[in-house]
Structure formats: C-alpha cells, structure tokens
C-alpha cells in the first residue's frame, strides 16, 4: 500500500522566503510526526499530531515554525523567512496509534536548502 | 526531553564479522524501544523493535537490559549491504514521542 508521501522532495529557496512542506500519512494513521535532520545530524523532533487533540509543539525551534493538519490526514509544515540554518532534511512520519511500542514509518523526506 | 546516547563509530568491519553496537537511555521509565537503519540521503526505516526477552531476526539480535538502561544490537556474519547508520529509538513512559539517538556508523568492507 502507499506509504507516508511528502512533497517537494527538494526545494531552494532564498533566504527570507517562506516555504510549506506537505504530508500526506499512510491512511489510517492517527498519529503525524515531523521531525528535522541536518547534515550529519541525528533527527531533531519538530510537532506532533494525534487525532484532533492539541498538537504537541515542543519541538518547534522558533516561531517562524508552524503547523497544520487538516481533516485528521494531510499535514503542513511551514517555515516563514528562512533562513540557512534552516537548511535540512524535514522527515514526516506516521503511526496507526500511539500505544507504546507501535512502529512510527517515515516518508522520503523534503530536502529544503537556504541560500 | 530525556537523551539516548550512540557510539557514532564507524564501526569499519570485513564481510562476515560479528559486530555489536550498545545504546543507552537516561530515563528509567522507557517503555518502547526499536532499532532503525537509515541509509545515506535516505529515510529511517525499521529494523526490529527491542523486547525485554530479547528477540532475533535472521543475523540480528537486539537485547534490552533495563537494570543497566541500554539496548543492545548484535549483527552476525556482516553483509556489505549491512552497511548504513543504526538508530537506536526509546519513547518513554508516559510520551507518545519516540527519541531517536544520533545513530552509529557500520561499514562492511570485502
């Protein structure tokens, strides 16, 4: 079956600029994760979604981060005036639920670059 | 948030080595644990999730030892395609966020 799709999968963008990052989860996954890999980095946990609760947003670096998911599936990230710091590997992932020991599957991933 | 901490390696092994890597967890009520490979430019995926008796899967073996707060991951007879980086994953107790480690390094050479 499809699993976690991400879009872009590459994109440049000028510093200052805006940039939204698309989710879509396996179907049927309660849960969303976004999480941040810089080069040669480990990943670095962004915002969490399950359900319509309240997204747990402890990990977002700034307030230039935010995001959304619509309708329980498709998820936004959005980063506003990038700057080159910003510059990674943003990885969406999805879960059927969130009892302990259920397996998180990741998408392929957006490449965002800062110049 | 709690640490999980890795040996980053690499690890520089020959074909058909046995290789182990360890990864420990600073908080005691870790509930789940799991290990991923994740290749270059690529995306994490699962390898095998880590129970408390310990499982097996073909070459590998993962180990949990909650006493000393660590995971274990044993790989026997090293394939080149064994090559990639290893992450350790724990969620604690209480959380519905997995903490990935920084990963360790694995190179199968001919």
């Known amino acids: 079956g499809a699993g976690v799709s991400q879009s872009p999968s590459n994109k440049v963008t000028e510093k200052g600029k805006d940039v939204e990052l698309r989710c879509d989860p396996i179907?049927?996954?309660?849960?969303l994760y976004w999480y941040r890999q810089s080069l040669g980095q480990g990943l670095e946990f962004l915002i969490y979604?399950?359900?319509?609760?309240?997204?747990?947003k402890s990990g977002l670096p700034s307030d230039r981060f935010s995001a959304e998911r619509t309708g329980g599936s498709v998820s936004t990230l959005t980063i506003q005036r990038t700057q080159q710091e910003d510059s990674a590997v943003y990885l969406c992932?999805?879960?059927?639920?969130?009892?302990?020991?259920?397996?998180?599957?990741f998408g392929e991933g957006s490449w965002l670059t800062v110049v | 948030r709690k640490e999980v901490e890795q040996d980053p390696g690499p690890f520089n092994v020959p074909e058909g080595a046995t290789v182990a890597f360890n990864c420990t967890y600073s908080?005691?009520?870790?509930?789940?644990f799991f290990w991923y490979r994740q290749d270059c430019r690529k995306e994490p995926k699962l390898l095998m999730s880590?129970?408390?008796s310990g499982n097996e899967d073909g070459r590998f073996t993962a180990q949990l030892n909650r006493a000393s707060q660590y995971i274990s991951l044993l790989i026997r007879d090293s394939k080149l395609s064994d090559s990639a980086t290893y992450l350790c994953?724990?969620?604690?107790?209480?959380?519905?966020?997995?903490?990935f480690g920084r990963g360790t390094s694995l190179i199968v050479h001919p």
């Open positions: 880590v129970y408390s």
């Open positions: 992932a999805s879960s059927s639920s969130t009892g302990a020991g259920n397996t998180i599957y």
């Open positions: 179907s049927g996954h309660t849960a």
């Open positions: 994953v724990v969620t604690e107790g209480g959380s519905y966020i997995p903490t």
């Open positions: 979604f399950q359900g319509n609760s309240a997204p747990d």
């Open positions: 908080n005691s009520a870790s509930q789940s």
